[in-house]
């Protein structure tokens, strides 16, 4: 999410200050400074926004970073906003211009690698880019929930060994809700060519089938309901406090017929669902990326000699799921029709969701498109009013409005 959007949400700029504190305690007692590459200086660093890569850097930012940057953004799939996107990334990310473009934000005591590192700011949580360790570190933002950052440090620590789509935690520090994890060079699903999307796209859904495998069973039509609108109620009651005035008039109009088609499963496929399962969550590795084709190819090799073996280790992965903050029990249909309709994207989402194409070959066949449209929209209503009222979020921005939007025209 970008910095301007996250100032509109929340009131971002009254706890800057106390995040990065916060985070920079943290990170000395995970021992960030330790070894002899740590820093020298007592001299305090200031930090900058860049409004256009959504981050804070030093002035002497390295020509390591401003090259991840540019090809993190110079890539999307879009050949003619490609023409326009990599001349204009490239010119932002030279030395002088990208100087330029900063604007003071705020100073701090050291930090390891100030020069070579940046933070990039998110829903719930602070990163802390250290590129000269090749180090991510993760850190709760002041007055929000940890809940998320401490569902996602059991989640990975469980099961990053099994699977080689979850990238492991080097270091966790549950008892200040923060982690470390390796800095993966690596670009979101998105923003690939549409050939490395199309190669990936077996795999990545052959990887979802082994992710809902967890824990899999089944419910019936009348439990599932029960379940799920116990949780709808308590959803709404969290938003309701959280933003008076709120109405769920047109909400309560559509469960009934949301229910019925429902009821005409025979059961409903339950598992460990990641729950925010979108391209953007898709983290595609370029660490080898050199000569055209080279990704495709390489992709291609990884698959072919590890074609029986996606649930080990030892299979490499071209890619991890990222952001596991909302792993739950769900549905298995919503990660599916999360993923297949772009439901991150809310614009013209009602419509996106009247074509069944998408999911033709991911429906159960005790299940038919209506009953899906109905279960998700059960799961999505209470994923988008829980993550809406979590702690610190005190206003809406224009993509959340557009999403209820949406899901009340259904």
Not at 44 to 57: C, D, L, Q, R
Not at 214 to 235: G, V
Not at 248 to 254: I, K, M, P
């Amino acid at each position: 999410m970008k910095i301007a959007e996250l100032k509109v949400r929340e009131d971002y700029d009254r706890h800057l200050i106390a995040t990065v504190q916060n985070a920079i305690d943290i990170g000395n007692r995970m021992g960030w400074n330790d070894g002899a590459d740590s820093v020298s200086s007592n001299d305090a660093i200031s930090w900058f926004e860049h409004p256009v890569f959504g981050t804070y850097s030093t002035h002497e930012l390295s020509s390591q970073v401003r090259s991840f940057l540019c090809t993190n953004f110079c890539r999307t799939p879009n050949l003619l906003r490609k023409l326009v996107q990599m001349p204009a990334v490239v010119a932002l990310t030279r030395s002088t211009i990208f100087q330029k473009a900063l604007e003071p934000a705020f100073d701090t005591c050291p930090t390891p690698h100030p020069n070579d590192s940046y933070w990039l700011p998110g829903n719930h949580r602070f990163r802390y880019f250290d590129f000269a360790r090749r180090r991510v570190y993760v850190f709760p933002k002041a007055n929000f929930s940890t809940e998320g950052i401490d569902r996602e440090i059991d989640f990975r620590e469980k099961y990053a060994s099994i699977y080689p789509w979850i990238a492991p935690i080097c270091q966790g520090q549950p008892s200040d809700h923060a982690f470390s994890e390796d800095l993966q060079y690596a670009v979101p699903l998105n923003r690939m060519p549409s050939r490395v999307q199309d190669a990936l796209m077996p795999h990545i859904y052959r990887a979802l089938d082994c992710l809902h495998a967890i824990d899999a069973h089944a419910l019936s039509p009348s439990e599932y309901i029960a379940i799920k609108t116990q949780q709808l109620d308590r959803a709404k009651d969290a938003f309701a406090d959280a933003f008076k005035g709120a109405s769920f008039a047109l909400l309560d109009r559509h469960l009934p017929d949301a229910k019925k088609s429902i009821n005409r499963c025979h059961e409903i496929p339950m598992a460990m669902s990641h729950g925010d399962f979108q391209p953007g969550n898709i983290l595609v590795d370029i660490q080898n990326l050199g000569a055209k084709n080279a990704l495709y190819s390489k992709i291609k090799s990884i698959f072919a000699s590890n074609a029986n073996h996606a649930e080990s280790i030892d299979a490499k992965s071209p890619f991890v799921f990222i952001d596991w903050e909302d792993v739950a029990m769900r549905s298995t249909l919503y990660d599916d029709m999360t993923f297949a309709y772009k439901t991150r994207s809310p614009r013209h989402l009602t419509k996106r969701l009247t074509d069944p194409a998408p999911m033709r070959d991911r429906l159960p066949s005790s299940i038919d498109f209506d009953a899906a449209r109905s279960i998700w929209f059960f799961e999505e209503w209470i994923w988008l009013l829980e993550s809406s009222s979590r702690q610190g979020i005190v206003r809406m921005p224009n993509g959340l409005k557009i999403h209820f939007r949406e899901l009340m025209q259904w």
